[in-house]
T-cell receptor, first 112, second 111 residues
Framework: KQEVTQIPAALSVPEGENLVLNCSFT??????LQWFRQDPGKGLTSLLL?????REQTSGRLNASLDKSSGRSTLYIAASQPGDSATYLC???????????FGKGITLSVRP | DGGITQSPKYLFRKEGQNVTLSCEQN?????MYWYRQDPGQGLRLIYY???????QKGDIAEGYSVSREKKESFPLTVTSAQKNPTAFYLC??????????FGQGTRLTVV
C-alpha cells in the first residue's frame, strides 16, 4: 500500500527566502507525482505534475523534482512571498487501479 | 469553461438522514475520485471510479455510497451509517495518467 509523507507539517519563513518542501513515498512504482496548493476552505489547485519518466518540472518560481529510486520529490519555491502562504500537498498516482494517494500537507507561512 | 463543479458548497444534515453530494465534470475525464478532508488528517480516499458503471472502495468507504451512471457525474451519498460525517468533501477527476483536477469542495455539517 502506497504511503506518502510530508515533513514538517508546518513551516514559517521570512519573505524572500528560497525554500524546499519534501515529499516521500514508499512504493516507487508510481505513474506520476503531483504537487497541489490549497488555500483555507478551498479546493486544491494543481501546481506541477511530474511523470515517472521525468526528473523535474518548472513553472515560474516553482520547481519540482522526482527521484523514484529513493522515493522522494521536492518542491522548490524561489524568492518566497506572503502570497505563497498556503498548504502544499503532494500526491502519488500508483497501481493498476490508478489510485491517487496524498500526503498530509505542509502549511507554509511566509512572513512579510 | 471546463472544470469540475461540486454542489452544494455547504450542506447540513440531521441525525439519521442520508444526503447526496454532487460532482459534475465537463473535461471528458474517465477517472473520478471522492476524498474526505479533516483537520490534521490530510485527504483520505472514499471511492474512485475508472470508467462508467464501475467503482472501487477507497480507504474509508464505510457509510458512503456512489454511482457512476454517466461519465461526467459521480455523486456521493453520505448515509446514516456514517457516524461522523462532518468534514470537507472534495471531488477530483483525471484522464489517463495526466493531471488531476479538483472541485471547490462541499462542507458537510451534522446539526
Amino acid at each position: 500500500k502506497q504511503e506518502v509523507t510530508q515533513i514538517p507539517a508546518a513551516l514559517s519563513v521570512p519573505e524572500g527566502e528560497n525554500l524546499v518542501l519534501n515529499c516521500s513515498f514508499t512504493d516507487s512504482a508510481i505513474y506520476n507525482l503531483q504537487w497541489f496548493r490549497q488555500d483555507p476552505g478551498k479546493g486544491l489547485t494543481s501546481l506541477l505534475l511530474i511523470q515517472s519518466s521525468q526528473r523535474e518540472q518548472t513553472s515560474g518560481r516553482l520547481n519540482a523534482s522526482l527521484d523514484k529510486s529513493s522515493g522522494r520529490s521536492t518542491l522548490y519555491i524561489a524568492a518566497s512571498q506572503p502570497g505563497d502562504s498556503a498548504t502544499y500537498l503532494c500526491a502519488a498516482l500508483t497501481g493498476a487501479n490508478s489510485k491517487l494517494t496524498f500526503g498530509k500537507g505542509i502549511t507554509l507561512s511566509v512572513r512579510p | 469553461d471546463g472544470g469540475i463543479t461540486q454542489s452544494p458548497k455547504y450542506l447540513f444534515r440531521k441525525e439519521g438522514q442520508n444526503v447526496t453530494l454532487s460532482c459534475e465534470q465537463n473535461l471528458n475525464h474517465d477517472a473520478m475520485y471522492w476524498y474526505r478532508q479533516d483537520p490534521g488528517q490530510g485527504l483520505r480516499l472514499i471511492y474512485y471510479s475508472q470508467i462508467v458503471n464501475d467503482f472501487q472502495k477507497g480507504d474509508i468507504a464505510e457509510g458512503y455510497s456512489v454511482s457512476r451512471e454517466k461519465k461526467e457525474s459521480f455523486p456521493l451519498t453520505v448515509t446514516s451509517a456514517q457516524k461522523n460525517p462532518t468534514a470537507f468533501y472534495l471531488c477530483a477527476s483525471r484522464w489517463g495518467n495526466t493531471e488531476a483536477f479538483f472541485g471547490q469542495g462541499t462542507r458537510l455539517t451534522v446539526v
